[in-house]
């Protein structure tokens, strides 16, 4: 079965860098999309971008533009997500989420999350 | 970009009760509108994608139904599990989700 697991809950500084792992197993990795998406305390759901697995192909939201940087490792299955210049505003739960077919934008598996904390 | 609005931001109802949750785009977006499912401490879960397919898995008493710039998802009839914040999605063109329609219980 389709599985992406996240690594652990992280506590930075502001102006830091934070890199979440998303490990996938259960699918051939470099066969579907894998979106990141976060969602701050208590608010909605806000995409990131998506990597293409297979080339390492990329595109970002403009609003992370300059600051995030998604890469994969195909020898071990796993998508990262790096985030540079945290704010306090950064702090969230960050996803992993692989497209349902190849690329389609439709988020149909998810990791389990990983917190990001932001604070001084 | 394409904005995503949603209404209501939340609503009450009781098990039993026929849930109708709207979704409305700036623009045209075809049928490319997919519904997802969030508790409170989970990821969400995909219920509906291309406007009106249910995910495999996902109770028939969920549906979705439009296209072009309005859409809808309905539970038929509402269970104890289906509490939760109900989020739309575009994927016409650059993902973004809609804010949200939290459904409480009354």
């Known amino acids: ?120 | 970009d394409i904005q995503m609005t949603q209404s209501p931001s939340s609503l009450s109802a009781s098990v039993g009760d026929r849930v109708t949750i709207t979704c409305r785009a700036s623009q045209s977006i075809s049928s490319y509108l997919n519904w997802y499912q969030q508790k409170p401490g989970k990821a969400p879960k995909l219920l509906i994608y291309a406007a009106s397919s249910l995910q495999s898995g996902v109770p028939s008493r969920f549906s979705g139904s439009g296209s072009g710039t309005d859409f809808t998802l309905t539970i038929s009839s509402l269970q104890p599990e289906d509490f939760a914040t109900y989020y739309c999605q575009q994927s016409y063109s650059t993902p973004y989700f809609g804010p949200g329609t939290k459904v409480d219980i009354k």
Request: hydrophobic share 35%; with cysteine; aromatic share 12%.
């Open chain 1, 1 to 120: 079965q389709v599985q992406l697991v996240q690594s652990g809950a992280e506590v930075k500084k502001p102006g830091a860098s934070v890199k979440v792992s998303c490990k996938a197993s259960g699918y051939t990795f470099t066969g579907y999309y894998m979106h990141w998406v976060r969602q701050a305390p208590g608010q909605g759901l806000e995409w990131m971008g998506w990597i293409n697995p297979n080339s390492g192909g990329t595109n970002y939201a403009q609003k992370f533009q300059g600051r995030v940087t998604m890469t994969r490792d195909t020898s071990i299955s796993t998508a990262y997500m790096e985030l540079s210049r945290l704010r306090s505003d950064d702090t969230a739960v960050y996803y992993c989420a692989r497209d349902r077919v190849a690329v389609a934008g439709i988020l149909s598996y998810w990791g389990q999350g990983t917190l990001v904390t932001v604070s001084s």
